[in-house]
């Protein structure tokens, strides 16, 4: 069982950044993949970006791309995402997921189902 804590959301204005912070609980947390989905008012859970464990590599929805970047720094469980440029339509409640990766192959995970392990979620609030 993993447990995940988020920690960093918070009301920015819109330009400004903000960090988000992910602590897994597991000391295996290194062979786990990790993302960050959003969901806001009235809408489905949409994936924002992930990390593979093996390679670090990440991935980001257009939406992001360029503005947020994901970091984990495995020695620590921990998992970091750094929003800048932050835009009203940014605003969601945020959420760190994860699933164990077995093999050292196999495409990132972008759909909510894929993963196995969520975290309380945190509100991001960007004003304009």
């Known amino acids: 069982q993993v447990q995940l804590v988020e920690s960093g959301g918070g009301l920015v204005q819109a330009g400004g950044s903000l960090r988000l912070s992910c602590a897994a609980s597991l000391r295996s947390f290194n062979t786990y993949d990790v993302g960050w989905l959003r969901q806001a008012p009235g809408q489905g859970r949409e994936f924002v970006a992930t990390?593979?464990?093996?390679?670090?590599?990440?991935s980001y929805s257009d939406s992001v791309k360029g503005r947020f970047t994901i970091s984990r720094d495995n020695a620590a469980n921990t998992v970091d995402h750094k929003m800048n440029s932050l835009k009203p339509e940014d605003t969601a409640v945020y959420y760190c997921?994860?699933?164990?990766?077995?093999?050292?192959?196999?495409?990132?995970?972008?759909?909510?189902?894929?993963?196995?392990?969520w975290g309380q979620g945190t509100q991001v609030t960007v004003s304009s």
């Open positions: 990390t593979r464990w093996y390679d670090r590599s990440t």
């Open positions: 997921a994860s699933k164990r990766r077995p093999y050292i192959t196999g495409s990132y995970y972008y759909e909510e189902v894929q993963y196995d392990y």
